[in-house]
């Protein structure tokens, strides 16, 4: 069974930061390209970052980029999202996602990835 677990979110304040972690198990992870997504209360899940199979053509949400960074690391099968400059509207329970297809570059559309985690709640206090 396949398992994305994200940890790292919390209460921060406007201008913190926060890093958020992904740790995959029985999947070939090496081979996914891997996302972030968050969702906002009363709305949809919205794409965050991806960041493709070797862990380079990282692509980003335009509300996050520059602020935000995706990176991974293969050998110990997790995925990160460095979140700096934090917003009041950056609050939202973020999720970790795996691509459904094999060496791609990363997707942003939800329909793309076929595994979740349980989601992080990440709140920003102004």
């Known amino acids: 069974q396949v398992r994305l677990v994200e940890s790292g979110g919390g209460l921060v304040q406007a201008g913190d930061s926060l890093r958020l972690s992904c740790v995959a198990s029985?999947?070939?992870?090496?081979?996914?390209?891997m996302g972030w997504f968050r969702q906002m209360p009363g709305k949809e899940r919205e794409f965050v970052a991806a960041i493709s199979w070797w862990g380079d053509h990282p692509t980003y949400a335009d509300s996050v980029k520059g602020r935000f960074t995706i990176s991974r690391d293969n050998n110990k099968r997790a995925l990160y999202l460095q979140m700096n400059s934090l917003k009041p509207e950056d609050t939202a329970v973020y999720y970790c996602?795996?691509?459904?297809?094999?060496?791609?570059?990363?997707?942003?559309?939800?329909?793309?990835?076929?595994?979740w985690g349980q989601g992080t709640q990440v709140t920003v206090s102004s």
């Open positions: 996602a795996a691509d459904s297809r094999e060496y791609t570059l990363p997707a942003r559309e939800k329909g793309e990835f076929d595994y």
């Open positions: 029985n999947l070939y992870f090496t081979s996914r390209a």
